[in-house]
């Protein structure tokens, strides 16, 4: 089987990371972009080091999925660790095991400490939990590779707890761009739904609280969608069996072929079938298929059931994210949730990480009345809140400059070459928390970055390894950006470093003045 790019690139960083004696590490790709090919390939290279693999996961349908695809891409065969089913005797390199049975002292007990030398965990976002922790505990000697889609950074920071890096991170905005998974807009529908009664539970809306909370709006939302989407295929998300079976009666009063699964149906895997081949062009459930479920040809994703955590929100959108011939985009259909504290998950958080642009984009969206493609609503966000920045750092720079620093301050710098992802940087793992080292200190003073603002090792490692790929690039240092800014021209940051040493020669030879007929604000490199 044939890697894609991205696929191999992952395949690689996570074996550098085992080889760099990193024994637990993450891997972070979106939904649809292959995670089960990725692993499956990296258990494949540990199998011929003659290393056992454990693939471990809470769900049988993650297990089945996993063997099924280890098989096919790879040839491997697994021996099952669930229930009454064990891997013990067998001659099988790969066991893929179920968390809820390995977790047992007495299912563990049957095999040594260190039986597995690498254990894979089908969605990581899980395995902070106890379950996961004894059973990773036990086999404490083996490397650990965390496979999730999470893109969430309070995710990532508890995950950071356990992990010690993140070996290869894929985003949904780059898989769209390159065309591997379906662009997605998003509407707001202009509805009022109240949520400052539901109660909290385990730091999410109690779902029980949920479902009596929709009762009043399940009429109204299902003449929007309706309106909105009548000719997609489309999946609802609902808090329990009971509103989905509810809601499922008024879309077919309205119109629509609907049905309904949930974890007790006997006919399951027939009406998924019957959906998939187009007999619904609805398919209710209440939290079901978050996970291990796959119809490309879906369109449309409602989500009912209004949720704080990231990764189960982008799961539920991820069910429409898939590419399928005719398919033009997602369509996701987000609602005016009235909460207490406005914390919840909208379609911007599936893009964008920076709490300030998710703001601005949730404000456009809303605003707008029409669908919204999320990556054009991102770009002219961040553009607003780049602009934003830029006028408080402009009033900061102008106290800076009381100073006479020679120093490039952070933020300037960031802001210069347009690198959201430095000033918007917060640290994840345990070694990205603590001060930054001397050596590190000394070397971005020496590189011309005041060191001072930077309160974390994470930080100046990020900013030394821009620093480095910009020399290599040519592209202009912290020192020119310094001298030019100054000076009023602007984003010196984005110029090549031979375009900004002709200007200051320029300047120098003129007295250290700027040449007659050179605006420094209107100004354009070449």
């Known amino acids: 089987m044939e890697l894609r790019d991205y696929q191999q690139e992952a395949r690689e960083a996570i074996q550098n990371e085992w080889e760099k ?23 494949e290279d540990r199998v011929k080091k003659g290393e056992r693999v454990l693939v471990l996961a809470h769900r049988g349908e993650l297990l089945e999925q996993a063997a099924d695809k280890l098989e096919k891409s790879t040839g491997l065969k697994c021996a099952t660790e669930k229930a009454e089913q064990t891997s013990i005797g067998s001659w099988y390199r790969v066991v893929v095991g179920s968390v809820q049975t390995l977790q047992r002292e007495k299912r563990l007990k049957n095999f040594p400490k260190d039986f597995f030398d ?29 496979v999730t889609a999470t893109p969430d ?32 807009k998003a509407l707001t529908i202009p509805l009022q739904l109240d949520l400052s009664t539901v109660g909290q539970q385990a730091g999410d809306f109690k779902t029980s609280d949920l479902g009596t909370a929709l009762d009043p709006y399940l009429e109204s939302i299902a003449d929007e969608m309706w309106k909105n989407a009548r000719d997609r295929k489309i999946v609802v998300f609902l808090p329990l069996v009971k509103t989905s079976q509810k809601f499922t009666e008024i879309l077919n009063n309205k119109g629509f072929k609907a049905a309904e699964v949930n974890g007790e149906s006997q006919d399951r895997a027939e009406i998924l079938e019957e959906f998939d081949k187009g007999k619904y062009n609805v398919l209710c459930n209440s939290m079901l298929l978050t996970e291990g479920w796959d119809c490309p040809s879906v369109d449309c994703v409602v989500v009912l059931r209004p949720t704080k955590v990231r990764s189960l929100y982008s799961q539920m959108v991820g069910r429409g994210t898939r590419l399928f011939p005719g398919k033009t985009e997602l369509l996701l259909l987000d609602f005016l949730w009235h909460t207490e504290r406005h914390e919840l998950c909208h379609p911007a958080h599936l893009i964008a990480s920076n709490d300030e642009v998710v703001a601005a984009m949730t404000k456009k969206i809303e605003e707008a009345g029409i669908p919204l493609d999320l990556e054009i609503v991102e770009k002219q966000a961040t553009e607003d809140v780049v602009a934003q920045r830029e006028e408080a750092l402009a009033k900061q720079l102008a106290e800076m400059k009381k100073r006479k620093r020679k120093l490039v301050d952070p933020l300037q710098f960031e802001m210069s070459i347009q690198a959201e992802d430095l000033s918007s ?13 001397e050596k590190q200190i000394k070397t971005l003073e020496k590189l011309g970055i005041f060191p001072d603002e930077i309160d974390n090792a994470g930080k100046a490692t990020k900013l030394l390894e821009r620093l480095n790929k910009r020399r290599q690039e040519g592209l202009t240092t912290p020192k020119q950006i310094r001298f030019l800014e100054q000076r009023g021209f602007q984003h010196v940051g984005t110029w090549k470093f031979e375009t900004a040493k002709k200007l200051i020669d320029r300047i120098a030879a003129n007295g250290w003045r700027i040449p007659a007929g050179i605006n420094p604000k209107e100004y354009k490199a070449e």
């Open 153 to 184: 950074r309070g995710d990532m920071r508890n995950l950071g707890t356990y992990f010690e890096s993140l070996a290869y991170e894929y985003t949904l905005p780059r898989a769209i761009k390159e065309g591997y998974l379906s662009p997605i």
């Open 425 to 437: 940087y917060v640290p994840t793992f345990g070694w990205e928390m603590g001060p930054p080292s």
């Open 118 to 146: 690498t254990i894979v965990i089908d969605e990581a976002h899980h395995c902070i939990s106890d379950g996961y922790q004894r059973v990773l505990t036990y086999f404490d000697q083996a490397n650990v590779l965390g």
């Open 21 to 43: 004696g990193i024994k637990k590490t993450l891997l972070v790709l979106p939904t649809g972009c292959g995670k089960t090919i990725v692993f499956s390939k990296v258990i």
